[in-house]
């Protein structure tokens, strides 16, 4: 059994997703980030960085392991699974890389233009042109490698897409708000659409329900 302590963000459903995908059990344990639910003790004990995503995984070799950061996560659950992540060669390459190029760009940038463009007490329109831009530049490298293959570690679905769709989707209604006149991402789009299609996404997606 996998404790999942998640809050209804994108970084939050990443997480239900893989476990979904992975067919694991796991018991839903809210973390409020409104009511500051993240700084409670007993969560920093297994998240120390104050963040969701984390898990508590019972049934790993060593006794219980916890986890915390989404990208972590889902490497540690795809290599108990062996399965969403290569175990050797480029296909597992290019899935560690789109992964940790969610983590370290889309997700940051995404997640600081909807601040300062749907939620900032004042707008501040020199942040949100900023952050809007780089948000767009990230979206059109992903446009370029979807162009090519149908996901973004290749041939196959993998980690990769599930840590970026939840940004991805995001991301897109963001900036159809802000800028509808700006030019489509078919291949975004396209690729949007049959992840979202898949049962597990649809269900990790509702998690945490209210």
């Given at each position: 059994m996998i404790d999942l302590y998640t809050w209804g963000t994108p970084n939050g459903r990443k997480?239900?997703?893989?476990?979904?995908?992975?067919?694991?059990?796991?018991?839903?344990?809210?973390?409020?980030?409104?009511?500051?639910?993240?700084?409670?003790?007993?969560?920093?004990?297994?998240?120390?960085?104050?963040?969701?995503?984390?898990?508590?995984?019972?049934?790993?070799?060593?006794?219980?392991q916890s986890v915390f950061e989404s990208g972590a996560i889902l490497v540690y659950l795809a290599e108990k699974?062996?399965?969403?992540?290569?175990?050797?060669?480029?296909?597992?390459?290019?899935?560690?890389e789109w992964t940790f190029w969610q983590v370290g760009g889309?997700?940051?940038?995404?997640?600081?233009?909807?601040?300062?463009?749907?939620?900032?007490?004042?707008p501040l329109e020199l942040a949100i042109d900023r952050f809007a831009d780089e948000v767009r530049r990230l979206l059109g490298v992903m446009e370029?490698?979807?162009?090519?293959?149908?996901?973004?570690?290749?041939?196959?679905?993998?980690?990769?897409?599930?840590?970026?769709?939840?940004?991805?989707?995001?991301?897109?209604?963001t900036l159809e708000k802000?800028?509808?006149?700006?030019p489509p991402l078919p291949a975004v789009r396209g690729w949007l659409e049959r992840v979202g299609e898949r049962p597990a996404v649809k269900r990790g997606m509702e998690v945490p329900r209210a």
């Open positions: 997480i239900p997703i893989a476990l979904e995908e992975l067919g694991l059990a796991y018991r839903v344990h809210p973390v409020d980030i409104g009511q500051n639910e993240q700084f409670a003790p007993d969560f920093l004990r297994i998240s120390p960085n104050n963040k969701i995503p984390a898990i508590v995984d019972h049934d790993a070799p060593h006794g219980p699974m062996d399965r969403l992540l290569a175990s050797s060669g480029p296909a597992r390459v290019a899935a560690l889309l997700g940051p940038m995404a997640g600081q233009l909807n601040y300062f463009a749907l939620r900032a007490p004042e370029g490698r979807l162009e090519k293959v149908p996901y973004l570690a290749g041939t196959d679905y993998s980690i990769a897409d599930i840590a970026s769709y939840p940004w991805t989707r995001a991301a897109v209604a802000i800028q509808p006149d700006r």
